[in-house]
């Protein structure tokens, strides 16, 4: 198996991992005012900073899977994942640094950027996946028409959130919608192809050790009587 391919389907498999801690610390949560938020967070800084951190590892492979499959096949789809998924990194540094050990205007600033940021390659990862998958012709139809669904839903609910219509805390509540985005992602990344191009490149190699043909040598009627005579 290529490196690229393990990349992008084992980060895309594990990732569900995180999203399932996430999801359970999530709704222990309080709801309120930031400074109770902040309070959990600390107090629960040993899973929030291990899970995060893991979480950036399998983002980095997933990006770098999306980044292989950019270059290896030249569709405009996987250079929008890559990007969204570059973008996405940025969001872990910011909350491990903006959260321990810091004070309260501090931690609501970096959790404003880490948002925003969040969002944003939401919506370019989302928004590639589901053009990706609207003109795929390797998965099976069953498989690709729902996950361009799901990816196109999610990056509507993103963009929404992008500009207020609705809060984060909304948008994950369809986090298991995600979850199945994934696994077909993981899934899609063992099949795809990995050249657009190899076709042509086979087919003029071929071509090129095929033997040149004997030109035809042509007689005049001259020469054809000469012969004879």
């Given at each position: 198996m290529k490196l690229g391919r393990a990349l992008w389907s084992v980060g895309s498999l594990l990732i569900n991992l995180t999203i399932v801690v996430h999801l359970i610390m999530a709704r222990r949560m309080p709801v309120g005012d930031l400074s109770g938020r902040l309070a959990y967070v600390t107090k629960n800084w040993d899973i929030y900073s291990i899970n995060w951190r893991i979480e950036w590892l399998l983002m980095a492979m997933i990006a770098a899977?999306?980044?292989?499959?950019?270059?290896?096949?030249?569709?405009?789809?996987?250079?929008?994942?890559?990007?969204?998924?570059?973008?996405?990194?940025?969001?872990?540094?910011?909350?491990?640094?903006?959260?321990?050990?810091?004070?309260?205007?501090?931690?609501?600033?970096?959790?404003?950027?880490?948002?925003?940021?969040?969002?944003?390659?939401?919506?370019?990862?989302?928004?590639?996946?589901?053009?990706?998958?609207?003109?795929?012709?390797?998965?099976?139809?069953?498989?690709?028409?729902?996950?361009?669904?799901?990816?196109?839903?999610?990056?509507?609910?993103?963009?929404?959130c992008n500009f207020g219509l609705v809060t984060l805390e909304e948008v994950t509540v369809a986090a298991p919608l995600l979850i199945v985005l994934h696994l077909v992602n993981s899934y899609y990344g063992l099949v795809v192809p990995l050249s657009r191009r190899g076709g042509s490149r086979r087919s003029s190699s071929s071509s090129s050790r095929r033997p040149a043909r004997e030109p035809r040598v042509s007689m005049s009627r001259q020469d054809e009587r000469a012969m004879r005579v």
């Open positions: 899977g999306a980044v292989f499959f950019a270059t290896r096949t030249r569709i405009l789809s996987w250079a929008i994942i890559s990007v969204g998924q570059v973008l996405l990194l940025i969001t872990y540094p910011v909350l491990l640094a903006g959260f321990v050990e810091t004070s309260l205007p501090i931690a609501s600033l970096a959790g404003r950027l880490a948002t925003e940021i969040f969002v944003s390659g939401n919506i370019l990862f989302l928004g590639g996946l589901g053009h990706l998958y609207l003109n795929d012709e390797i998965a099976a139809p069953w498989l690709r028409y729902p996950a361009a669904v799901l990816a196109i839903l999610g990056t509507l609910a993103f963009v929404a």
